[in-house]
């Protein structure tokens, strides 16, 4: 089995929305969402299952506070120790904390070491608190024992209904009601705060890549909004890119991650559908205090994406209009933006800003999608 599996399920405190399992049989952790019962036939086997699936509870908040008392413990008398031990006694500690930390790269590395060793001690307490023996993982079976299961099971109901459907006459109410709302497909699952935390602290985690929640926010926007459609692997493997060497720490191999940069994306491409867009410049519950800094991290992530696709966005660029509009994330996306006295943002202006770039995103949606239907329509008459 993977301990950093298991160490990410005992961390993930948000468990409205999500459930862990340990599978006794193959050694993997399962992640399930809330919004798939009745839908996801993992669900099935897990619940018929119970003797098979252990389920994982979260260590409580004293564990959590007691490795970071460690932790600070072994640092230094320092001003940022201090700093690290305020936070510990404050309102929000753990969100604290992480802030904290964040604010000098070698401590930050020598958290996320600390941190990684003392999860392994805890996720191996856990097995061993419930008589499992961890062996070494081998390669990760692609989909996992309990995937293929449920694939099966889904394959083997469908067979079942198409043998025992009568004819749909189309004239029931009630049925064109419930074909309707089938079609519509399943709602995003937001991140909670602590969900939005673990993907930040992975982001922040990639050698050289100098990312933040809000450049990724930025990043899979374009995304969103571009010419190419992305899965939450193709965009786990361009984040991975970025980091210097192509060295990522273990997380990078997480499901846990995949799920939540997937989430992650598919919000932004939620709040595309439904025009409520507007660009991410901190992290959930946190006020913006230096909305000019936030505002050129987000396009200096934007830029990144449409680098990416360049070939694919040259069509845009084609056209002097959009090259215009487009200038608005174009020309604040240089990272070095803030240094320069002569383009340096006031508040009011920087507000301002966001809100044209909050109406300017979507505009780019609604082009690259007429794009695509034209396509498909001219495909469709040939």
């Known amino acids: 089995m993977r301990l950093l599996d298991l160490a990410t399920a005992l961390e993930d405190h948000d468990r409205e929305s999500t459930t862990y399992y340990f599978d006794s049989l193959s050694g993997e952790i399962v992640f399930l969402t809330e919004d798939g019962r009745g839908s996801d036939k993992r669900w099935d086997i897990v619940c018929n299952n119970t003797d098979r699936f252990i389920d994982i509870e979260p260590m409580d908040s004293r564990q959590r506070q007691r490795m970071r008392q460690d932790f600070v413990a072994t640092l230094p008398p320092t001003p940022l120790q201090e700093k690290l031990k305020w936070s510990l006694e404050s309102g929000k500690p753990f969100r604290r904390f992480q802030d904290t930390v964040a604010e000098d790269e070698a401590l930050r590395k020598r958290w996320f070491e600390f941190h990684h060793e003392a999860m392994q001690k805890i996720s191996l307490a856990w097995l061993a608190d419930r008589y499992i023996e961890p062996i070494e993982p081998g390669p990760p079976a692609v989909p996992s024992l309990l995937d293929q299961e449920a694939e099966a099971l889904a394959a083997n109901e469908e067979e079942g209904n198409h043998n025992d459907a009568g004819e749909f006459h189309g004239d029931s109410e009630d049925e ?160 070095d933006m803030l240094r320069q006295p002569e383009n340096a943002l006031d508040d009011e202006t920087a507000w301002e800003t966001i809100t044209r770039i909050s109406e300017l995103v979507p505009l780019i949606h609604a082009y690259w999608a007429f794009e695509s239907a034209l396509d498909g329509y001219l495909a469709d008459r040939e």
């Open 176 to 335: 064109l009601e419930e074909f309707d709302e089938d079609d519509e497909g399943e709602p995003v699952d937001f991140l909670s705060e602590e969900e939005e935390a673990l993907l930040t602290g992975f982001v922040e985690s990639l050698p050289g890549a100098n990312f933040s929640l809000v450049k990724l926010h930025g990043l899979c926007s374009a995304f969103a909004a571009g010419p190419v459609t992305m899965a939450a692997a193709d965009l786990l493997g361009v984040l991975t890119g970025f980091a210097k060497g192509g060295q990522v720490n273990d997380l990078a191999n997480s499901p846990v991650i995949l799920d939540l940069l997937s989430r992650f994306y598919g919000g932004i491409v939620e709040a595309l559908e439904f025009e409520s867009f507007e660009p991410q410049l901190e992290q959930t519950g946190d006020i913006v205090t230096e909305p000019s800094a936030a505002i050129i991290s987000w396009c200096n992530g934007f830029m990144l994406g449409v680098d990416h696709y360049k070939p694919a966005w040259e069509s845009w660029f084609r056209d002097a209009r959009r090259t215009q509009a487009i200038s608005l994330i174009t020309g604040m996306s240089a990272p």
